[in-house]
Protein backbone atom coordinates (compact mmCIF):
# COMPACT_ATOMS: atom_id res chain seq x y z
CA UNK A 1 0.00 0.00 0.00
CA UNK A 2 3.08 2.37 0.16
CA UNK A 3 5.61 3.28 -2.22
CA UNK A 4 9.42 3.66 -1.07
CA UNK A 5 12.38 5.10 -2.79
CA UNK A 6 15.83 6.47 -2.11
CA UNK A 7 16.92 9.77 -2.90
CA UNK A 8 19.59 11.02 -5.07
CA UNK A 9 20.40 13.71 -2.36
CA UNK A 10 20.60 14.12 0.76
CA UNK A 11 18.00 14.69 3.46
CA UNK A 12 17.94 18.36 3.31
CA UNK A 13 18.54 18.83 -0.83
CA UNK A 14 15.77 16.42 -1.04
CA UNK A 15 13.22 18.78 0.75
CA UNK A 16 14.39 21.95 -0.83
CA UNK A 17 13.98 19.92 -4.23
CA UNK A 18 10.70 18.45 -3.74
CA UNK A 19 9.60 21.93 -2.51
CA UNK A 20 10.69 23.46 -5.59
CA UNK A 21 9.12 20.49 -7.70
CA UNK A 22 5.99 20.85 -6.17
CA UNK A 23 5.43 24.51 -7.47
CA UNK A 24 6.99 24.01 -10.85
CA UNK A 25 4.32 21.27 -11.16
CA UNK A 26 1.63 23.78 -10.23
CA UNK A 27 0.71 21.79 -6.91
CA UNK A 28 0.52 23.49 -3.47
CA UNK A 29 2.09 22.77 -0.59
CA UNK A 30 -0.19 22.88 2.20
CA UNK A 31 2.32 22.35 5.00
CA UNK A 32 5.09 20.74 6.00
CA UNK A 33 4.90 18.49 9.43
CA UNK A 34 9.21 18.41 10.82
CA UNK A 35 8.54 15.24 12.80
CA UNK A 36 12.00 14.78 14.48
CA UNK A 37 11.42 19.05 15.73
CA UNK A 38 7.98 17.63 16.97
CA UNK A 39 9.78 14.66 18.71
CA UNK A 40 12.86 16.85 20.18
CA UNK A 41 9.88 19.05 22.21
CA UNK A 42 8.64 15.64 23.73
CA UNK A 43 12.49 14.31 24.40
CA UNK A 44 12.59 11.84 21.90
CA UNK A 45 15.58 11.84 19.31
CA UNK A 46 14.89 10.79 15.98
CA UNK A 47 16.48 10.51 12.50
CA UNK A 48 15.47 13.44 10.14
CA UNK A 49 11.65 13.06 9.39
CA UNK A 50 9.25 15.79 6.95
CA UNK A 51 6.44 14.66 6.10
CA UNK A 52 4.98 17.26 3.01
CA UNK A 53 1.27 17.62 2.45
CA UNK A 54 0.65 18.28 -0.95
CA UNK A 55 -2.65 18.92 -3.15
CA UNK A 56 -3.32 19.96 -6.84
CA UNK A 57 -6.73 21.80 -6.52
CA UNK A 58 -8.24 20.78 -10.00
CA UNK A 59 -7.76 17.22 -8.33
CA UNK A 60 -9.09 17.76 -5.11
CA UNK A 61 -12.20 19.56 -6.45
CA UNK A 62 -13.32 16.57 -8.07
CA UNK A 63 -13.33 14.33 -4.66
CA UNK A 64 -14.65 17.91 -2.33
CA UNK A 65 -17.01 18.78 -4.54
CA UNK A 66 -18.61 15.47 -4.71
CA UNK A 67 -21.15 14.41 -1.77
CA UNK A 68 -20.64 10.77 -2.83
CA UNK A 69 -16.65 10.80 -2.74
CA UNK A 70 -16.25 13.33 0.13
CA UNK A 71 -15.40 10.55 2.64
CA UNK A 72 -12.44 10.27 0.40
CA UNK A 73 -11.33 13.60 2.06
CA UNK A 74 -9.56 11.81 5.43
CA UNK A 75 -6.81 10.76 2.80
CA UNK A 76 -5.98 14.32 1.30
CA UNK A 77 -4.01 16.01 0.78
CA UNK A 78 -1.78 13.97 -0.28
CA UNK A 79 1.56 13.00 2.33
CA UNK A 80 4.62 12.71 0.81
CA UNK A 81 7.11 11.76 4.25
CA UNK A 82 10.67 12.60 3.05
CA UNK A 83 13.15 10.72 6.21
CA UNK A 84 16.91 9.49 6.62
CA UNK A 85 17.72 6.19 7.94
CA UNK A 86 20.56 4.88 10.24
CA UNK A 87 22.81 4.24 6.83
CA UNK A 88 22.98 7.62 5.98
CA UNK A 89 20.89 7.38 3.09
CA UNK A 90 17.51 9.48 2.55
CA UNK A 91 14.07 7.65 1.31
CA UNK A 92 11.06 8.71 0.17
CA UNK A 93 7.43 6.98 0.97
CA UNK A 94 4.28 7.86 -0.07
CA UNK A 95 0.88 5.67 -0.51
CA UNK A 96 0.42 3.92 -3.67
CA UNK A 97 -2.36 5.87 -4.76
CA UNK A 98 -2.45 3.71 -8.04
CA UNK A 99 -2.86 0.65 -6.05
CA UNK A 100 -5.33 2.26 -3.29
CA UNK A 101 -7.64 3.74 -6.37
CA UNK A 102 -8.26 0.24 -6.95
CA UNK A 103 -10.23 -0.47 -4.32
CA UNK A 104 -12.28 2.56 -5.31
CA UNK A 105 -15.24 2.89 -7.77
CA UNK A 106 -16.40 5.54 -10.13
CA UNK A 107 -14.87 9.13 -9.77
CA UNK A 108 -13.17 8.33 -6.77
CA UNK A 109 -11.12 5.58 -8.54
CA UNK A 110 -10.02 7.87 -11.34
CA UNK A 111 -8.93 11.15 -8.74
CA UNK A 112 -6.65 9.12 -6.93
CA UNK A 113 -5.23 7.47 -10.28
CA UNK A 114 -4.42 11.43 -11.25
CA UNK A 115 -3.44 11.98 -8.09
CA UNK A 116 -0.68 9.04 -7.59
CA UNK A 117 0.23 10.13 -11.88
CA UNK A 118 0.56 13.54 -10.60
CA UNK A 119 2.75 13.28 -7.53
CA UNK A 120 4.92 10.37 -8.75
CA UNK A 121 5.71 12.95 -11.61
CA UNK A 122 7.28 15.35 -9.02
CA UNK A 123 9.18 12.70 -7.46
CA UNK A 124 10.89 11.77 -10.35
CA UNK A 125 13.04 14.99 -9.38
CA UNK A 126 14.55 13.33 -6.49
CA UNK A 127 13.74 9.42 -6.70
CA UNK A 128 16.49 6.99 -7.74
CA UNK A 129 15.37 5.19 -10.80
Not at 32 to 43: F, I, P, V
Not at 72 to 89: D, F, H, L
Amino acid sequence: MFSVSESNYNFEQTAEILTGAVKENNWNLSHQYDLQQTMAKHSFEVKPVKVFSICKPDIAIRILGSDEDRHISSMMPCRVAIYEKANGKTYIARMNAGLFSILLGGNAKAVMGDAGTGSEHILKSVIKP
